[in-house]
C-alpha cells in the first residue's frame, strides 16, 4: 500500500524554461522518450498536431507558430515520477508561464550555445528567483558551431546572476563535437548522432584515462581536453547540493537535444538532485507535502478543451495527501464539499481518468466556470495557498460588438476567457463599456477569434483610454466609500468583482495615490 511520504519523496515537478527556439520542445520529446512515455522522437510535435485538429481556434496558434496552452506530462524514470509542466513559449503569454512556474517545485534552464542568453530567458529567471526555485542548464545545440563554454558561463553568472557549476563538459562543438566529460563521475560519453537513446546505446568510457579514448577522439583532441578541464576544474565553483536547493547555484550540462545527445546525463542528474515536493505557505500555516490529508491549489484553467462540451479544465496541483477518483474535497473559496469526479491525470501518451494522484502530481479537474485560478481545495481545512499572483494588464482594448443582440453572449465569452487568466476582463462602473485589459498585443487577436470560434460573437476591440489598472485596497469602509463616489468614473470591477483603478494616465495614477494615501492601489492582486 502506497504512503503519502514515499509517494512524495519519489515526485520531481518541473518546467523549462528557456527563449523561443532554444529547443525546449525538442528536449521535451527526448525526455519523455527516456521515460518510455513516447515511442518515436516526434510525438510531441504529433501531439500538437493532433489537438489543433480537435479544437478549431488552435488554428490560430499554428498559423502563428506559437503555443498558447500548456500542458502537463507525466512519466516514471529510474523509479522516480517525474511531472514536466509545459509552459508556453511565446513573449505574450508571460502570465500564464509565472502561474506555472509557482507550481513546481524546479525549473530546467535551456540556453543555445550560439545565442547565450536571451531576453525571455532573463524574465522566466527574474520568476524563479522570487521563489528561489532551484534551476539546471542545459546548453544546447552543441553540433552546431557556438561560443566558447568558459564564455557561455561567465555569461550567466553575470547577467543572471546564479553560480555555475558544470556537470559535464564539451568535446569540441559543431563539426567538431566528440563527446561529454561528466566532471563528477569522470565518465566520457561519445558523441554519436543516430545513437545515445539507452545506456546500453551509448559509447561510455569510464575515464579520459582509458586508453581506447585516445584512439577515437585523436592525440591532440585529448591534450587539448586535458588543460581545458584542468583549467575548468580550476576557475568554477564544485557542485554544491545546498546551494543548489537555495537557488544560488547551477549545475550546467552540455548537449545536442535534436542528436538525443547530453540529455540522459542531464535526466539521471535531475531526478538524483532536483528536490521533490516542498513544503508550502497558505495564509494559515506551512502545508507539509507528507500531511495524510489533501490540500492542492488551482494554477491553470483552460476553458473548451473539447468544443462539444463547454466546460472547463482546472489544473491543481496536488501538495499534500492523496487524491483518490471520485473523492470529496472542499472548495475553500466557495465554502462548498465538492465530489472530484472524472479527474483527469496526464500522462505523456494521453490524457487518463486519474484513480490516484500524489504530491507533486497535477489533476485536471472538470467544472463550468464554479473554480478560478488560485482557489484551493483542501478535505475540510480553512487555508488558501499563497503566491499564485494576477498581474496588473498592460494593454487595454475595449469590446466592440457588431451585433448587438450579441452582449449576453458576448460578455460570458469574455468571462470565461478571463478565467484562463491570460487576459481580465473589467466593467466600468459607470458605463456599459466591456474592457479587455492583457499583457500581450496578440491576445486580442486570440480572443476575438475564440468569440467568434466558440461564442459566435463578431466582436473587434479598439482603443480605449486606460494605460493601466490598480486593485483597490482600504482598511476604512468610510474612507473606502469616499474614494468609491469622488473616482466613480475611473473605477471598474474585474471579472471576480473586485474594485479596481482604471488609470487613464500615469499622472492621473499618481496623483491619485498621493491624494489618497489611505486607500492601497495594487500593481498585482493574489487570487482570493
Ligand atoms: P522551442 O520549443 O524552444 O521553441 O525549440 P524547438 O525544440 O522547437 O527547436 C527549435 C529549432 O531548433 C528546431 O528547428 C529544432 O529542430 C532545432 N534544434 C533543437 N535542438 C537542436 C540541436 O541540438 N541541434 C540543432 N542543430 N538544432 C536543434 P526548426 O528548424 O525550427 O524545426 P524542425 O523543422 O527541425 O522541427
Not at 20 to 41: H, N, R, S, V, Y
Not at 80 to 109: C, I, K
Not at 360 to 371: A, F, L, R, S
Amino acid at each position: 500500500m502506497p504512503d503519502v511520504s514515499t509517494e512524495a519523496a519519489r515526485r520531481r515537478t518541473f518546467a523549462i524554461i528557456s527563449h523561443p527556439d532554444a529547443g525546449k520542445t525538442t528536449l521535451t520529446e527526448k525526455l519523455l522518450l527516456f521515460g518510455g512515455a513516447i515511442q518515436m522522437a516526434g510525438s510531441v510535435k504529433g501531439r500538437k498536431a493532433a489537438r489543433h485538429a480537435t479544437s478549431d481556434w488552435m488554428a490560430l496558434e499554428k498559423e502563428r507558430g506559437i503555443s498558447v496552452t500548456s500542458s502537463v506530462m507525466q512519466f516514471p524514470y529510474e523509479g522516480r515520477v517525474v511531472n514536466l509542466l509545459d509552459t508556453p513559449g511565446h513573449a505574450d503569454f508571460g502570465e500564464d508561464t509565472y502561474r506555472v512556474l509557482t507550481a513546481v517545485d524546479s525549473a530546467l534552464m535551456v540556453i543555445d550555445v550560439a545565442k547565450g542568453v536571451e531576453e525571455r530567458t532573463i524574465k522566466l529567471m527574474e520568476v524563479c528567483r522570487l521563489r528561489d526555485t532551484p534551476i539546471m542548464t542545459f546548453i544546447n545545440k552543441l553540433d552546431r558551431e557556438g561560443r566558447e563554454p568558459i564564455e557561455l558561463l561567465d555569461e550567466v553568472e553575470s547577467v543572471l546572476g546564479i553560480q555555475c557549476a558544470p556537470v559535464t563538459w564539451p568535446i569540441g562543438m559543431g563539426q567538431r563535437l566528440k563527446g561529454v566529460v561528466h566532471l563528477l563521475t569522470g565518465e566520457v560519453h561519445l558523441y554519436e548522432p543516430g545513437r545515445n537513446f539507452t545506456r546500453q546505446d551509448s559509447t561510455i568510457f569510464a575515464s579520459i584515462e582509458d586508453p581506447a579514448l585516445e584512439a577515437r577522439i585523436g592525440a591532440q583532441m585529448l591534450t587539448e581536453l586535458r588543460d581545458e578541464l584542468a583549467l575548468v576544474q580550476g576557475a568554477s565553483h564544485p557542485f554544491d547540493a545546498g546551494a543548489y536547493l537555495a537557488g544560488r547555484q547551477t549545475p550546467v550540462f552540455f548537449g545536442s537535444a535534436v542528436n538525443n545527445f547530453g540529455v540522459q546525463p542531464l535526466l539521471d542528474f535531475f531526478v538524483g538532485h532536483a528536490p521533490p515536493p516542498q513544503p508550502r505557505a497558505t495564509t494559515t500555516r506551512m502545508v507539509r507535502p507528507a500531511e495524510e490529508r489533501l490540500t492542492g491549489f488551482v494554477f491553470k484553467i483552460q476553458a473548451n478543451m473539447d468544443p462539444q462540451h463547454r466546460d472547463r479544465v482546472a489544473f491543481m496541483r496536488v501538495c499534500s495527501g492523496r487524491f483518490v477518483a471520485g473523492m470529496k474535497a472542499f472548495h475553500v473559496r466557495a465554502g462548498k464539499e465538492v465530489k472530484l469526479a472524472n479527474a483527469l491525470t496526464f500522462m505523456a501518451s494521453d490524457r487518463e481518468i486519474a484513480a490516484e494522484a500524489w504530491p507533486g502530481d497535477v489533476i485536471g479537474i472538470h467544472n463550468h466556470g464554479t473554480i478560478s485560478i488560485g482557489d484551493t481545495f483542501t478535505e475540510g481545512e480553512t487555508l488558501a495557498f499563497t503566491g499564485i499572483p494576477n498581474f496588473a494588464p498592460e494593454l487595454f482594448r475595449r469590446a466592440r460588438l457588431r451585433d448587438p443582440l450579441k452582449l449576453k453572449q458576448l460578455q460570458k465569452g469574455l468571462a470565461q476567457l478571463s478565467e484562463e487568466g491570460a487576459t481580465q476582463f473589467f466593467r466600468p462602473l459607470m458605463s456599459n463599456d466591456l474592457i479587455l485589459g492583457a499583457v500581450g498585443v496578440l491576445q486580442f487577436d486570440v480572443a476575438a477569434y475564440r468569440l467568434k470560434d466558440e461564442y459566435g460573437v463578431d466582436a473587434g476591440f479598439e482603443p480605449v483610454g486606460v494605460v493601466t489598472t490598480r486593485w483597490v485596497r482600504c482598511g476604512d469602509p468610510r474612507k473606502l466609500e469616499e474614494f468609491r463616489e469622488k473616482n466613480a468614473q475611473h473605477l471598474g470591477l474585474d471579472a471576480a468583482g473586485q474594485l479596481v483603478y482604471l488609470a487613464p494616465t500615469r499622472v492621473n495614477l499618481q496623483l491619485t495615490a498621493e491624494r489618497w494615501p489611505d486607500v492601497e492601489l495594487l500593481a498585482t492582486r493574489e487570487h482570493a
